[in-house]
């Protein structure tokens, strides 16, 4: 059984950095994307980022590029998403996701989440 634990949400004023993590357990995630992924009030989920397990290949949704980063340490089967220049648009319940392949569109080919952990982006 995959599980994907999120942490490191919070408060935080516009302008304001923050560090997602996501511990993955229960497989071997040698050949899996991890993603993460947001949910504003009122709105659909949105794709955030995804990295190939070795870290040879990311992937950023237009309005995170240049803010955002997506990072993977092997060792500790753990994802980090570094954001920067945060804005009150930001705010969002944040969700780890794992897949065998990363595609565009629809469920960007993720079959594991998480339960989410909530930034808030106070201006």
């Known amino acids: 059984q995959v599980q994907l634990v999120e942490s490191g949400g919070g408060l935080v004023q516009a302008g304001g950095s923050l560090r997602l993590s996501c511990v993955a357990s229960g497989r071997t995630f040698s050949t899996y994307v991890m993603g993460w992924f947001r949910q504003a009030p009122g709105k659909e989920r949105e794709f955030v980022a995804a990295i190939t397990w070795t870290g040879g290949r990311t992937f950023y949704a237009d309005s995170v590029k240049g803010r955002f980063t997506i990072s993977i340490d092997n060792a500790k089967n753990t994802v980090y998403l570094q954001m920067n220049s945060l804005k009150p648009e930001d705010t969002a319940v944040y969700s780890c996701?794992?897949?065998?392949?990363?595609?565009?569109?629809?469920?960007?080919?993720?079959?594991?989440w998480g339960k989410g952990t909530l930034v808030t982006v106070s201006s």
């Open positions: 996701a794992a897949g065998v392949r990363f595609f565009w569109g629809g469920s960007y080919g993720m079959d594991y």
